[in-house]
């Protein structure tokens, strides 16, 4: 027993460590809530374009896709920091949200494609045979569908673009993961710094399927139905 209380207060208390974790935890958690939200709106365009009826404008959208879904996230990133925004004067932090998002952008478009081309094509026709204009149908058939078949895969994503911020500490970001690290180095013992990491991760992950759980909930997507 006081050798658990030596390692926890040489992890968590002497010099004030904990400090790490915390900086770490609001960092894991700026990069992906930036990183998602901005993804979700990029994945939508990507989405939107690659219906459009200008067959050059898809081609090069899906291809941008591809490639950043095919492309290692640290390989992007490294490549980003290193050559893309080399001698520009921005924050390596801008830069990691701005290369994360690409990232989420690209399997997010996926996932909206796939679940707008599941909607029965007939009842769009049908929707349009009553008069409802494309607008109209989108928002009224295709869209309340869509969120249903997309949302499973749609909170995954989320899990994994939480996943993929683990990797930032090697470009010098102080995450969840470079602050149990820089802990562990200093006290070489890594199980404390583990175990917090692995439960705070564990606790975002919980929060961010709860709440989009929540939104999931019709009366939260459509308002209170008309009886």
Request: proline fraction near 2%; hydrophobic fraction near 55%.
């Amino acid at each position: 027993m006081k050798d658990f209380l030596n390692a926890f207060y040489v992890t968590f208390i002497f010099e004030n460590r904990w400090r790490f974790f915390y900086q770490g935890f609001l960092m894991t958690i700026l990069l992906t809530l930036t990183s998602f939200l901005f993804g979700s709106l990029l994945g939508a365009l990507f989405c939107k374009i690659k219906m459009s009826e200008h067959r050059l404008i898809r081609r090069i959208v899906s291809c941008l896709v591809s490639f950043f879904i095919q492309i290692p996230t640290l390989v992007l990133l490294m490549f980003l920091v290193y050559i893309i925004f080399k001698s520009v004067p921005l924050s390596v932090v801008v830069i990691v949200i701005f290369g994360l998002t690409l990232k989420a952008a690209a399997y997010l478009s996926e996932i909206f494609y796939t679940a707008i081309n599941s909607v029965n094509k007939g009842e769009v026709e049908a929707a349009e045979t009553l008069g409802l204009s494309r607008i109209q149908t989108f928002f009224y058939v295709i869209l309340p569908q869509s969120v249903d078949m997309a949302l499973p895969v749609y909170k995954n994503q989320f899990i994994i673009t939480l996943q993929e911020t683990s990797i930032v500490g090697y470009l010098a970001i102080i995450d969840l993961t470079r602050a149990s690290d820089i802990v562990t180095a200093r006290t070489l013992n890594a199980m404390f710094g583990l175990v917090a990491i692995s439960i705070l991760y564990l606790i975002l992950g919980w929060v961010g399927n709860g709440i989009l759980t929540l939104i999931s909930r019709r009366k939260h997507l459509e308002g209170d139905e008309i009886k």
